[in-house]
T-cell receptor
Framework: EAQVTQNPRYLITVTGKKLTVTCSQNMNHEYMSWYRQDPGLGLRQIYYSMNVEVTDKGDVPEGYKVSRKEKRNFPLILESPSPNQTSLYFC?????????????FGPGTRLTVT | GESVGLHLPTLSVQEGDNSIINCAYSNSASDYFIWYKQESGKGPQFIIDIRSNMDKRQGQRVTVLLNKTVKHLSLQIAATQPGDSAVYFCAEKDTGFQKLVFGTGTRLLVSP
């Protein structure tokens, strides 16, 4: 089954404790992206990657890091989480190119930073 | 399930009615538009897309209309069912870029 998976689905942590949210897709997609979703603000892009070893900042990159060492994986790293990073996070992937820009989303990760 | 928004505009309809969800976009250079549906506790799911060289596109029970003159996009759902209850997002893509920019969403509530 074609899918995007994220782990963990729920995470409660404390300020300053480094964490990683994993994202994996099995569709051989070149493009991957991380979003956060907050009430009234919709989906905002954090980072994206056009291919292996190619990453770039989205609209709200502060406090986050990413890496793309393999095509299927795109982990989101919070080196020192703060309460304002409490949010619902989504990973997405799509084929790169002009045939389609449809992004396939993972199920989401609910992060609470206390 | 996950709460996706506490202050979303809400459209309430009766089962069997037709629903129209509207979206205004800001970038006149956007050349591709897409509608997503997000059910509680799930990630957004693709519904239908349309390119800027089209005015209308139809899918199964859904139609997207694009008015480039006023930068307006709408999603029409025919014979709305309780399973259509969700938050609906539009997104736009700028020419030459891969990135999608999402709207804030509209909550659709369908009563039996």
């Amino acid at each position: 089954e074609a899918q995007v998976t994220q782990n963990p689905r729920y995470l409660i942590t404390v300020t300053g404790k480094k964490l990683t949210v994993t994202c994996s897709q099995n569709m051989n997609h070149e493009y991957m992206s991380w979003y956060r979703q907050d009430p009234g603000l919709g989906l905002r892009q954090i980072y994206y990657s056009m291919n292996v070893e190619v990453t770039d900042k989205g609209d709200v990159p502060e406090g986050y890091k990413v890496s793309r060492k393999e095509k299927r994986n795109f982990p989101l790293i919070l080196e020192s989480p703060s309460p304002n990073q409490t949010s619902l996070y989504f990973c997405a992937s799509s084929v790169r190119g002009q045939s389609s820009y449809e992004q396939y989303f993972g199920p989401g990760t609910r992060l609470t930073v206390t | 399930g996950e709460s996706v928004g506490l202050h979303l505009p809400t459209l309430s309809v009766q089962e069997g009615d037709n629903s129209i969800i509207n979206c205004a976009y800001s970038n006149s250079a956007s050349d591709y538009f897409i509608w997503y549906k997000q059910e509680s506790g799930k990630g957004p799911q693709f519904i239908i897309d349309i390119r800027s060289n089209m005015d209308k596109r139809q899918g199964q029970r859904v139609t997207v209309l694009l008015n480039k003159t006023v930068k307006h996009l709408s999603l029409q759902i025919a014979a709305t069912q309780p399973g259509d209850s969700a938050v609906y997002f539009c997104a736009e893509k700028d020419t030459g870029f891969q990135k999608l920019v999402f709207g804030t969403g509209t909550r659709l509530l369908v009563s039996p």
